[in-house]
């Protein structure tokens, strides 16, 4: 007897945090149940489940940080704490009737899309399905990275990502020597939420970061109580907030004046907060303001100012068995930092995420393969040329330093619908970014981003690729994002007809013809 036929679903949505979340939730709101959603981990909640070190928060306020269809009176900070955005984001899932449809530690190990069927050929860990169209929902900072740092894999303590970080970690740090790599913005959060808690910190800082105060405060209950009563209090606020970010955006990326005024307000921060010159100067950027994400803190200079933390500049050179090595820049010799523990506060792989090489295109190709061949691309963040029916979401420079990622979701999500719904509509079997509407895009996008401060600052960021081109970030506004997703524009698209005989040739010929 052959194997029953894989089930099929219109819709699979890989991924269930703020993005595969939103995507569900717009998909029931237009009527549409034949989906499902996949999700790697044991829990849903993406990047805000894992990431629960100590001191874990919103580094935008919450009041801007939600669902725009989803509003919470009840943050207890104007910057909502780890748990408080995870626990939001379960109780929205669950108030949509999205949470019991999270099918957990279920993770996609690939997805072909088959040229004649005109359909995706999924493998999960828990079996195979086919799938119509698929909505990958994986975020920027899924996959955590770890520095190449000679010797790491034989320190004999424990060794942690901060996007890993477990209620075992704070055990394990508890009274003792910890060396933290890193100083973005998960680092200077989890310092001063450790360091009353552990005998030593060794921060180890390769580029010292820009840091603003954050103003960070409780929430008055009578504020709480008046956005309880009087929504649209709530959105006036979130109104104001969200244009006085928008606002940073042309003077900040585009001004060194602007710039030079911010680069002013953090020097006279830091000196404030650091009287000590030698930590001040340790701690002093040497490149432009807002070339990399600033941070904002109110406690991470106090930390430093700690005698119980070390802020070590020497470049490390290797890891032994206990102990961190650094050159000693003065000297040329080597100095061995003891540690217990060390965490690695370094980041993530938003530009090669490795679902990349598990999404296999109509010519057989892995699309980290496309990317690695021309570069990450894609049209509106969202298709790409090749694979057929597939929509990310926070997919190439769709990126905020400025704003809330949330907002760039829900546009994002509101032109995935659509995009499905013309499917639906006109009865095509799948759209298809081509490759002049793919390049024209980006193309613009880079010449726009060519003279931004993310490009002239003086510095190097996760923001750019090998080829120094910013495939991360958004250019503009989220309002001007918000413009570019109002509408599916199936013109720029191919459309595959259901019948495959004639047009699967054509595919293929079409595609043999395209620019790049
Ligand atoms: O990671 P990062 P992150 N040796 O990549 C250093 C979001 N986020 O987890 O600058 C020594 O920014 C690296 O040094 P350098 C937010 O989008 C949001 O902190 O490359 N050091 C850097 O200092 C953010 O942008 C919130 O020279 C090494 C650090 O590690 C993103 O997550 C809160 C090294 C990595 O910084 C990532 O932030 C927290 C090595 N081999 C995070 N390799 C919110 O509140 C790397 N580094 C919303």
């Known amino acids: 007897m052959s194997a029953p036929p894989a089930p099929h679903v219109r819709t699979l949505i890989v991924g269930a945090g703020f993005a595969g979340v939103a995507m569900a939730i717009r998909l029931r709101a237009a009527g549409d149940e034949d989906w499902r959603l996949i999700e790697r981990a044991s829990a849903m909640g993406g990047t805000w489940r894992d990431n629960a070190y100590p001191g874990a928060a919103c580094d935008v306020q919450s009041v801007l940080y939600s669902y725009s269809f989803a509003p919470q009176p009840r943050w207890s900070r104007r910057y909502a704490p780890q748990q408080e955005i995870d626990g939001y984001l379960v109780s929205v899932a669950r108030r949509y009737a999205i949470l019991n449809r999270v099918e957990t530690d279920t993770e996609l190990r690939r997805a072909a899309w088959d040229d ?42 424990a060794v942690v990502h901060t996007a890993r970080w477990t209620p075992e970690t704070d055990r394990l740090v508890q009274g003792r020597r910890v060396a933290v790599i890193g100083t973005g913005a998960s680092a200077i959060q989890l310092v001063p939420g450790i360091v009353d808690e552990v005998a030593q910190v060794d921060l180890y800082q390769r580029t010292a970061p820009w840091v603003l105060p954050r103003g960070d405060a409780p929430v008055p209950t009578a504020l709480v109580a008046a956005y309880t009563r009087f929504p649209a209090l709530q959105r006036a606020h979130r109104a104001v907030v969200r244009s006085v970010r928008e606002g940073t955006v042309p003077l900040f990326a585009y001004s060194s004046r602007l710039g030079r005024v911010a680069e002013a307000r953090a020097n006279a921060y830091r000196r404030t907060e650091l009287p000590d010159p030698v930590l001040r100067a340790k701690a002093t950027p040497d490149y432009r303001i807002g070339c990399k994400r600033v941070l904002i803190s109110d406690d991470y200079y106090q930390a430093l100012r700690r005698r119980s933390v070390d802020l070590v500049t020497d470049p490390i050179v290797s890891v032994t068995a206990g102990a961190v090595v650094t050159r000693e820049v003065a000297t040329g010799s080597l100095v061995e930092h003891p540690a217990d523990v060390i965490v ?54 769709t990126g905020l330093g400025h704003s809330s990622m949330i907002l760039i979701i829900e546009a994002q ?7 499905l719904r013309h ?58 994002f918000e413009r570019a997703m109002a509408r599916f524009d199936p013109h720029v698209y191919r459309t595959i007809a259901p019948s495959r005989a004639s047009s699967s040739a054509s595919a293929t010929q079409a595609r043999s013809n395209s620019p790049r």
């Open 116 to 157: 004649a069927a005109a359909l995706w050929r999924v493998t999960t860990s828990r079996g195979e399905l086919t799938a119509t169209t698929l909505v990958v929902a994986t975020g920027a900072l899924a996959d955590p990275t770890m520095p190449a740092i000679q010797g790491l894999d034989r320190f004999e303590g």
């Open 344 to 397: 690695c506060a370094t980041g993530f792989l938003p530009m090669r995420p490795p679902i990349a090489e598990r999404i296999v295109g109509a010519d057989g190709a892995p699309l980290a393969q496309r990317w690695d061949r021309d570069g990450v691309a894609a049209y509106k963040g969202t298709a790409v040329p090749g694979y057929p029916n597939l929509f990310m979401v926070v997919g190439p420079n």
């Open 413 to 419: 999500v509101g032109y995935v619908a659509q995009a």
């Open 423 to 480: 499917l639906q509509t006109t009865g095509a079997a799948a759209v298809e970014a081509t490759e002049s509407a793919t390049w024209a895009w980006n193309d613009e996008l880079q010449r726009r981003l060519s003279r931004s401060i993310w490009l002239t600052g003086g510095c190097s960021s996760w923001y750019l690729d090998a080829h120094g081109r910013n495939v991360t970030l958004w250019p503009g506004t989220t309002w001007s």
